[in-house]
């Protein structure tokens, strides 16, 4: 059995995940190693059919396409869901998938329960098992039917030291009849049995050999410092990566374009004499309600760590009121006087601190809905945030032939309350 891998590419838009790679591999212990975002699980995919490929092609002993599937193990990274099926049920299924005969079912599921040591659990429901358990299970389930090619993509993931030494015994034992490569960060899970070993970096093979060739020997120490690092692939300082958790690159950039969008569409309207009298208020809700959800990614990870959390959530409230400040000037940009500019940036700070004061009592996803109620109901009510027009109106003002709100006015002028009944 022979499996061969010719210029093959797998592209994610622009992004190329795996670069014009060549494989050859007999039966045997194949390890395949890498930094993450290298292109270890593209490839893989590629090979197991699930992925599309821009160019390039798979051939298992002369089989292309699909027709690889009928002798193909897959366990993908990700971990088994929480099926309620029994572990024996399941792996019933998978030989049903595999077509093998109801008559060797029996004895194949107890073969692949001996083999992950999952006898005591057998009759369990999946749902019920810890995530090592589960990931034995799907590890299992890539074994089933004695499949001639077994991709197992991160398989110890979970899996304690005396458990993850057990699989490399099953390995070592299933790749003496089957092309087996396993993809995994753990260098000491392909140490000792694998024989050859498989370096990608940056989406191209660093290094495909017998594994002996790479650091010279098989000493852990060797390997780890032959091997690229994750670090490799990181090019942003500290400062940056912070911004781009919390998203602050996309947030700043919807609320200007929103605020825009509504500056264009409303305040035009002012060259009749109907200015609508909350253009304000919506430019500030369309630039607060984006800049909230930069709040909504901080994690128990964040809370714990070393770096001060009261700076950090300072310096989001800081780029937030910055942002609107700065969206207010662009909407009225006279003097600092200006009724419009100091409404919208009030209004914005409102609305924000309304926001953040909702996270005590609302899930992070619905940060948005306590501005938007306020900002509704002081459009339509005149309250909490926008007093100074009827009640239950919107443009009352120029309804009534009253000068309306809007740049250079002053708050006199639109008042409900006339100057000469002791309207202020």
Not at 35 to 47: C, E, V
Not at 107 to 117: A, H, M, Y
Not at 203 to 220: C, M, Q
Not at 235 to 264: D, E, F, K, Y
């Amino acid at each position: 059995m022979r499996l061969a891998v010719d210029g093959l590419t797998v592209r994610y838009r622009k992004r190329v995940a795996v670069d014009a790679v060549s494989w050859r591999l007999d039966e045997g212990f194949h390890a395949l190693l890498g930094p993450n975002g290298a292109g270890k699980s593209s490839l893989l995919r590629a090979i197991a059919t699930l992925q599309p490929t821009v160019s390039g092609t798979v051939e298992l002993d002369g089989r292309s396409g699909t027709e690889i599937r009928a002798h193909l193990g897959y366990c993908p990274q990700e971990n088994l869901g929480r099926s309620r099926f029994t572990v024996r049920e399941h792996l019933a299924y998978m030989c049903w998938l595999h077509r093998i005969p109801d008559s060797r079912v029996p004895s194949e599921v107890d073969r692949v329960i001996e083999l992950v040591d999952l006898a005591e659990r057998a009759d369990d429901r999946i749902s019920a098992l810890s995530g090592g358990m589960r990931r034995r299970v799907g590890i299992g389930s890539a074994l089933v039917g004695r499949p001639s090619l077994v991709i197992l993509d991160e398989p110890s993931a979970g899996l304690d030291v005396a458990q993850r030494e057990a699989l490399s015994s099953v390995l070592q034992r299933v790749s003496a009849e089957a092309i087996t490569i396993v993809s995994t960060h753990i260098v000491e899970d392909v140490l000792d049995h694998a024989d050859t070993l498989t370096v990608m970096n940056q989406a191209r093979f660093a290094h495909s050999g017998a594994f002996d060739e790479f650091a010279g020997s098989r000493d852990l120490e060797a390997v780890r410092i032959a091997l690229p690092g994750d670090g490799d692939t990181v090019r942003h300082t500290g400062v940056m990566l912070w911004a781009r958790h919390h998203r602050v690159g996309p947030s700043v950039a919807v609320a200007v374009i929103a605020s825009a969008v509504v500056r264009g569409l409303v305040l035009p309207i002012s060259s009749d004499g109907s200015e609508i009298e909350v253009a304000p208020l919506w430019i500030a809700t369309v630039c607060v309600v984006p800049l909230l959800f930069m709040f909504t990614t901080e994690t128990d990870t964040d809370r714990t760590a070393p770096r001060s959390l009261t700076a950090r959530r300072w310096a989001l409230l800081g780029i937030a009121v910055l942002t609107s400040a700065v969206i207010a000037l662009a909407a009225f940009p006279t003097t600092i006087g200006e009724w419009g500019l100091i409404a919208t940036w009030r209004d914005a700070v409102a609305l924000l601190g309304l926001g953040l004061l909702s996270l005590a009592v609302l899930p992070p996803a619905a940060i948005w809905v306590a501005p938007l109620v306020a900002a509704l109901a002081s459009m339509m009510f005149s309250w909490p945030l926008h007093p100074g027009t009827v009640p239950g109106t919107v443009g009352s003002a120029a309804r009534r032939g009253r000068p309306a709100a809007g740049p250079g006015r002053d708050r006199s002028e639109y008042s409900a309350v006339p100057a000469d009944q002791g309207g202020r």
